[in-house]
């Protein structure tokens, strides 16, 4: 009988050999990935790291807390701006500015989760919604922030090493990703995770438990902020340029959308999720260039539609996933995974 005796072994990193020997798999893979496969794989591999920490942050906030939130773009932002500003204006390293630039993000996620204390479900939405479409605004009428044309991202340097392409600066991603991945996992572990799912299950049955409303949702919106703010200054060094417009409320929704497509409450669902939006994005961006498809959808938008309209396409398969998500496995992916899971354990019975 698999019996816990106490809260340290849900904190447990290896609960047996057969984990210990796939994690392994999985790091002598990630060591190996820049050399297996082309730059652009290795650019795309970076993307999917900064994703998985965005919806992992937002995980803790939606899938556990039980708050919606459609301004995580806004703290992307601020996680972006900052970092590079510390780094250009107060001549900060790197590995410096990139917490720094975290802490703000978590300011501002501080101060939005106020609200989030006398709202919630559609008027939180909109409350967050608002924030994210603001700080935009905002950042690009500054002139600190490079106004509407942008800043451009020093030079990074760790140490004696000069991470000037994207396959130095994966090996940096990776790791800071694996770190963010194993403290969201324990988190939700501890008494502050348990009273965020206590929160989200009934948040008035938790008062009466003692539970405080005022600080958890505030820290629930804090620490999601903080991994977007992360996942932010990483992204800066991704693209080498950022402007105001990249972080649109298109971000916003694609995030939340990885953490439903990937199943809430779930650091596995966060993952699976972001990997496989995140991989779908990139594709079709260009979804032109997919043969066969691309020239169907070409010769489709020609005689029925408009051909600017062919880069829609992407936005509506991201609906109809999350539509037909919700209808047959609103668990999400994750879902998916436990019932196979438990089809294997009791086959052929």
Same mark, same amino acid.
């Given at each position: 009988?698999?019996?816990?005796?106490?809260?340290?072994?849900?904190?447990?990193?290896?609960?047996?050999?057969?984990?210990?020997?796939?994690?392994?798999?999985?790091?002598?893979?990630?060591?190996?990935?820049?050399?297996?496969?082309?730059?652009?794989?290795?650019?795309?591999?970076?993307?999917?790291?900064?994703?998985?920490?965005?919806?992992?942050?937002?995980?803790? &906030? *939606?899938?556990?807390?039980?708050?919606?939130? $459609? !301004?995580?773009?806004?703290?992307?932002?601020? +996680?972006? =701006?900052? @970092? #590079?500003?510390?780094?250009?204006?107060?001549?900060?390293?790197?590995?410096?500015?990139?917490?720094?630039?975290? &802490? *703000?993000?978590?300011?501002?996620?501080?101060? $939005? !989760?106020?609200?989030?204390?006398?709202?919630? +479900?559609? =008027?939180? @939405? #909109?409350?967050?919604?608002?924030?994210?479409?603001?700080?935009?605004?905002?950042?690009?009428?500054?002139?600190?922030?490079?106004?509407?044309?942008?800043?451009?991202?020093?030079?990074?340097?760790?140490?004696?090493?000069?991470?000037?392409?994207?396959?130095?600066?994966?090996?940096?991603?990776?790791?800071?990703?694996?770190?963010?991945?194993?403290?969201?996992?324990?988190?939700?572990?501890?008494?502050?995770?348990?009273?965020?799912?206590?929160?989200?299950?009934?948040?008035?049955?938790?008062?009466?438990?003692?539970?405080?409303?005022?600080?958890?949702?505030?820290?629930?919106?804090?620490?999601?902020?903080?991994?977007?703010?992360?996942?932010?200054?990483?992204?800066?060094?991704?693209?080498?340029?950022?402007?105001?417009?990249?972080?649109?409320?298109?971000?916003?929704?694609?995030?939340?959308?990885?953490?439903?497509?990937?199943?809430?409450?779930?650091?596995?669902?966060?993952?699976?999720?972001?990997?496989?939006?995140?991989?779908?994005?990139?594709?079709?961006?260009?979804?032109?260039?997919?043969?066969?498809?691309?020239?169907?959808?070409?010769?489709?938008?020609?005689?029925?539609?408009?051909?600017?309209?062919?880069?829609?396409?992407?936005?509506?398969?991201?609906?109809?996933?999350?539509?037909?998500?919700?209808?047959?496995?609103?668990?999400?992916?994750?879902?998916?995974?436990?019932?196979?899971?438990?089809?294997?354990?009791?086959?052929?019975?």
């Amino acid at each position: 009988m698999d019996m816990k005796r106490n809260y340290y072994e849900d904190v447990q990193l290896f609960s047996s050999g057969v984990v210990i020997f796939w994690f392994a798999a999985l790091m002598v893979f990630l060591a190996a990935f820049p050399f297996l496969f082309k730059n652009y794989f290795v650019y795309v591999a970076n993307y999917i790291a900064i994703n998985i920490i965005v919806v992992i942050g937002l995980n803790i &906030l *939606v899938g556990y807390t039980g708050l919606i939130s $459609l !301004g995580h773009a806004g703290f992307f932002a601020i +996680g972006a =701006y900052s @970092t #590079i500003i510390f780094m250009t204006r107060l001549a900060l390293p790197f590995l410096v500015a990139l917490p720094l630039g975290a &802490l *703000v993000a978590a300011l501002f996620g501080f101060l $939005l !989760g106020l609200p989030a204390l006398r709202l919630e +479900g559609p =008027y939180l @939405t #909109i409350a967050t919604l608002g924030f994210g479409l603001t700080v935009t605004q905002v950042i690009g009428k500054i002139e600190l922030f490079g106004g509407r044309q942008g800043l451009h991202t020093p030079d990074l340097v760790i140490g004696p090493w000069h991470l000037d392409n994207d396959r130095s600066f994966y090996y940096l991603v990776v790791f800071i990703t694996f770190l963010m991945v194993i403290f969201a996992r324990n988190l939700i572990k501890t008494r502050v995770g348990r009273a965020f799912i206590a929160i989200r299950d009934a948040d008035i049955a938790a008062e009466t438990m003692g539970v405080n409303l005022v600080y958890y949702k505030t820290l629930s919106f804090a620490i999601s902020a903080f991994y977007a703010g992360v996942a932010g200054g990483l992204y800066a060094f991704v693209l080498r340029y950022i402007e105001p417009e990249i972080f649109s409320l298109l971000m916003s929704i694609m995030f939340l959308a990885m953490v439903v497509v990937g199943g809430l409450g779930s650091i596995m669902g966060a993952i699976v999720g972001a990997v496989l939006l995140s991989w779908l994005d990139l594709q079709l961006r260009n979804i032109l260039s997919i043969p066969y498809l691309g020239q169907w959808l070409e010769k489709l938008s020609a005689s029925y539609f408009s051909i600017t309209g062919v880069s829609n396409i992407q936005f509506i398969l991201f609906g109809s996933i999350m539509v037909f998500i919700m209808l047959f496995e609103p668990l999400g992916i994750f879902g998916i995974w436990i019932r196979i899971k438990k089809y294997w354990k009791t086959w052929p019975f």
